[in-house]
């Protein structure tokens, strides 16, 4: 069965870049038509999808975070990436990267989610 | 994008019955059946329970159920178990190629 797992820096400086890859295991990226999503969950708030790609390299974002966000995939290793720029405090969260079910809106499996904190 | 909204909070004793709403538009659940439910227990990954407004996926307990009406979408919980306490979100397409989370609803298991 196909898993999630996140991998990057738990911590990024005020006006600097945060990087997340997310790892796909079990199955390939390239299979299905699947989108290859991120999401947040800041410190006492809800769910926040961040965007997705799909494996042809297409994108959609949010478009509150549009402007400083970067999602790539690199198919030869089963992985896809966030890139979000400019971060402030309010960029501290946990993000989780997800399958999303071929345009249908729904996310599943989850990686397990990785703290990042904001913080000089 | 504003959160879909959904109660802060429900309640219920165990073998009752709930339900959660989750109120949008008609640019989001009232214009497309794209509407999943998730539930997020803390520390924890949020799992998958009602995706494409009613559907549950392989493994989910047929406690679970999911509707739709106009811009608003409901998720029920029957028979409740102490371990359905968590946190629930709603979730729905946008139009323009987006997507929405509710604001999270926690549940109770008195």
């Known amino acids: 069965q196909v898993q999630l797992q996140e991998s990057g820096p738990g911590l990024a400086k005020p006006s600097q870049t945060l990087s997340l890859t997310c790892t796909v295991s079990g199955g390939s990226i390239t299979t299905g038509d699947f989108y290859w999503s991120w999401i947040r969950q800041s410190p006492g708030t809800g769910l926040e999808w961040i965007g997705y790609i799909f494996s042809s390299g297409k994108t959609f974002s949010n478009p509150s975070l549009k402007s400083r966000l970067s999602i790539s995939i690199d198919t030869s290793k089963n992985q896809f990436s966030l890139t979000l720029r400019s971060v402030t405090a309010a960029d501290t969260a946990v993000y989780y990267c997800?399958?999303?079910?071929?345009?249908?809106?729904?996310?599943?499996?989850w990686g397990q989610g990785t703290l990042v904190t904001v913080s000089s | 994008q504003s959160a879909l909204t959904q109660p802060a909070s429900v309640s219920g004793s165990p073998g009752q019955s709930i339900t959660i709403s989750c109120t949008g538009t008609s640019s989001d659940i009232g214009g497309y059946n794209y509407v999943s439910w998730y539930q997020h227990h803390p520390g924890k990954a949020p799992k998958l329970m009602i995706y494409v407004v009613s559907n549950r996926p392989s493994g989910v307990s047929n406690r679970f159920s999911g509707s739709k009406s106009g811009n608003t979408a409901s998720l029920t919980i029957s028979g409740l178990q102490a371990d359905d306490e968590a946190v629930y979100y709603c979730?729905?397409?946008?139009?323009?190629?987006?997507?929405?989370f509710g604001g999270g609803t926690r549940l109770t298991v008195l």
């Open positions: 979730c729905s397409y946008v139009s323009g190629n987006s997507l929405l």
């Open positions: 997800a399958r999303e079910g071929r345009g249908a809106g729904w996310f599943d499996p």
